[in-house]
């Protein structure tokens, strides 16, 4: 388990946010555009009229965040010895499953804005609680094969987070400012509070200290999972429907 989170520590510390903007094919500048490097391109780019600035919607911002972040991932440990990453589904879990030698480990990365008081100052907190998991579906039944997902949650060494933190700046094509990426233990910043009430997530403590130091609200591994697959979620007819369908098939199989 250390090694692997140990390795996307390495990872993660050499990643600068590049999704700069959406770039627009028109733009208003004389040709050739001759650049020096990366910086005076992306200036060149910017007075040419070349940009559109990223969605600052929350929901939107936060997949651009994940899919460069996923990218940047897959493209750094890829092709190391005894290592294997595969991309997860949109939908499913894990964003990308880790094989470290015969170990299978489940990274995904989860996008926080900081919260800001009414000065715009950052207040150390996440402006909405982070989601771990769904609790309804694959955390509760941890020893079946869920749709979206590679393989049972419990038959995973460990999971792993990647939290991308950012302020949001209205004013910038990036919307972007003071990225960071915190890899954490979901268990280990896990709090006794949902993200949502309307939806069946389990949340994260939202002070961002306790992100990055790994203080969440359980002392143990065990007592998080016993206090969320405990609790009272909602079993929607879709989940009803993959349990029957898979109660069926077990069925069979023992026939
Ligand atoms: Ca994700």
């Not at 402006?127 to 949650?153: C, E, K, M, Q």
């Not at 460990?158 to 990225?179: E, K, N, Q």
Request: hydrophobic share 40%.
């Amino acid at each position: 388990m250390d090694t692997a989170i140990q390795l996307l520590r390495k990872c993660c510390a050499n990643y600068v946010f590049e999704p700069v903007a959406i770039f627009k094919k028109s733009g208003d500048h004389p040709w050739p555009l001759v650049a020096e490097d990366e910086a005076d391109l992306e200036a060149q780019l910017m007075d040419g009229g070349h940009f559109l600035p990223l969605p600052k919607e929350p929901a939107a911002l936060a997949n651009v965040v994940e899919v460069a972040v996923v990218d940047f991932v897959i493209d750094q440990l890829q092709g190391k010895a005894r290592i294997e990453l595969t991309r997860g589904t949109e939908r499913g879990y894990p964003d990308i499953e880790l094989r470290v030698g015969a170990d299978h480990f489940a990274i995904d990365v989860k996008v926080a804005r900081r919260a800001t008081n009414k000065k715009g100052l950052p207040t150390g907190r996440t402006d909405s609680r982070i989601t771990l998991y769904t609790g309804n579906t694959f955390f509760l039944h941890p020893t079946i094969h869920w749709a979206g997902t590679f393989r049972p949650f419990a038959d995973y060494k460990g999971h792993i987070d990647i939290i991308a933190l950012y302020t949001l700046d209205p004013a910038s094509a990036t919307r972007v400012r003071d990225f960071e990426l915190v890899v954490a233990e979901p268990w280990k910043i896990g709090s006794r509070h949902r993200s949502s009430t309307t939806r069946e997530y389990l949340g994260a403590v939202q002070e961002i200290d306790r992100l990055r130091n790994e203080t969440g609200d359980f002392a143990t591994q065990a007592e998080f999972y016993s206090y969320w697959r405990k609790h009272p979620w909602k079993i929607g007819k879709a989940v009803q429907q993959q349990l029957q369908k898979l109660a069926a098939q077990a069925a069979k199989a023992t026939t």
